[in-house]
């Protein structure tokens, strides 16, 4: 049983789909893609949940661990119905495949969006550029008007899909006397990108033996066409990768629509 604080979407189809987040967001993200998937007839229960020292979930031990984070993964998906697809974003698809890893067979599909799995040296990495930002995050708005106009003006939030702004101001923040206050703290956030680079899950892919489709954004800053093409013939079982067209690197956040149909196509695939 897990302490995480988690979010359900019933539905009626014959698996079940498991969403995990990137950090620094929450389990509302997903708001958007559970719709777009509805409307491609896609109608299975979904969940998703909020890893530790985010939205309403417990704080993380730190140094934060990301294998720890996949335990959570596996303790969440192994009492979900099979069959299990999972559909994960930056960290939250890296865990994922860990999980895999950790549990094998746990999952019937992968479904990876920006897997920030990458190739050694592993080291935890305490000033890197990530980190550094979150460290200057603001912590606070004076309400959800102020909160939703302040990202729209942010290049990092551009491109995203309105619903998706909305969903990360409901489920990111909290209500506090002075307004709303963020959940993931700065230094929490910080310490989570410091384990980014330390997990060395690159070197276990091959025992990821379960179906996998890696998606990547066009402009993507992270996964490029040479190294995508590199980590997936890394898996253990049968892979590929697909570009979305007009998205960075929060494909779920600026493209739901598109990746809902993705999704519908692997499921439909795999499944059928």
């Known amino acids: 049983m897990s302490d995480l604080a988690t979010v359900e979407w019933p539905g009626t189809s014959g698996f079940t789909l498991l969403l995990a ?7 509302e993200v997903w708001r958007p893609l559970i719709e777009e998937l509805r409307s491609c007839d896609v109608e299975a ?25 996949s335990e ?22 890296a865990t994922l495949a860990m999980a895999e890893v950790t549990e094998p067979g746990l999952f019937d599909l992968l479904v990876l969006i920006e897997p ?37 003006e942010k290049p990092a939030f551009a491109g ?34 410091a384990a980014a680079t330390a997990h060395g899950a690159w070197d276990r892919l091959a025992e990821v033996r379960c ?6 954004g066009e402009h993507s800053d992270t996964h490029d066409e040479a190294f995508t093409a590199q980590m997936v013939e890394r898996f253990g079982g049968p892979a590929e990768w697909v570009v979305v067209e007009e998205s960075g690197h929060t ?4 493209r739901p629509a598109a ?3 993705l999704v519908a196509t692997a499921v439909g695939r795999v499944l059928a």
């Open 21 to 27: 987040h990137a950090t620094g967001f929450c389990k």
């Open 45 to 69: 229960p979904a969940l998703a949940w909020d890893f530790r020292s985010h939205g309403s979930s417990p704080p993380a031990a730190r140094p934060v661990d990301w294998w720890a984070l």
């Open 72 to 93: 959570d993964v596996v303790r969440i998906a192994s009492v979900a119905p099979a069959p299990r697809v999972g559909i994960g974003h930056s960290m939250g698809a």
């Open 116 to 152: 920030i799995i990458f190739p050694g040296p592993y080291r935890r990495d305490e000033d890197g550029p990530m980190s550094v930002v979150a460290r200057k995050r603001r912590t606070w708005f004076s309400g959800r008007a102020d909160a939703l106009a302040n990202f729209a």
């Open 160 to 193: 995203w899909d309105t619903r998706a702004l909305e969903a990360y101001v409901d489920g990111g923040f909290m209500q506090a006397p002075h307004g709303l206050e963020i959940r993931c703290r700065p230094d929490d956030e910080a310490d989570m990108y």
């Open 211 to 216: 179906p996998v489709v890696v998606i990547v």
């Open 251 to 254: 494909v779920p956040m600026e």
């Open 259 to 261: 990746l809902a149909d």
